[in-house]
């Protein structure tokens, strides 16, 4: 009896021990296989999320740039906008200034008078007309010359940069010459400054 069960497994063995050499071969090659296979599903289940999370990092990016793109265009439009808002003001303030500047409105008078071939013969500064959102600047001239260069004068002093008419014109022929006599008004103008508005106000009364 125990010479019987001690020979059972040396009889019975391993089944793997009983397979001839070729189905051992098979088995290994199954096993793996198996690995194989269970190492590309783990692998290709990390790549494919890896790929998922790349796609939509790559559809976030897609968006922030383009929203980057629309930010950079309304900054530009913003940018030209400013920019010509500025050029449009310094052109009001040449056109409008906020301050009298007689002595470069009867500098532009001056040179005018030169290129227009006229004698600028006597200038006087008249006290201001304040306006609701403007004063008036008037100046007082006399000058002598040809009709067609006063005209020129006239025509060339409402060109300048400076809002500037010319009214309350009188000219007078001066005799075996020529020439006329002119005497007239040059009225330059001024904006008025909010602070300086409400204080002609409170004297008004208004």
Known sequence: MAA???SAPAQGGL???RLPVLGKVLVGALFAVLIGLL???VFYSDVDNDLTHAAKAKTQLLGRLEEAKKSREEFQKDADEKARLEVQSQQHKKALPDAAETPNVLSSIQDVATISGVNLT???PIEEVPMEFYAKVPMKLTLTGKFHQ???FF???TKQERIINVEDIKMKKVKD????DVECLATAFRAVRPGE???RKRGTGK
């Open 197 to 199: 508005a409400r204080g």
């Open 155 to 157: 025509d060339g002093v």
């Open 122 to 124: 006597s200038w006087s």
């Open 4 to 6: 019987a069960k001690g």
């Open 177 to 180: 010459s020529g020439d006329v």
């Open 150 to 152: 006063v005209v020129k």
């Open 39 to 41: 190492y590309f599903v």
């Open 15 to 17: 089944t793997l021990d």
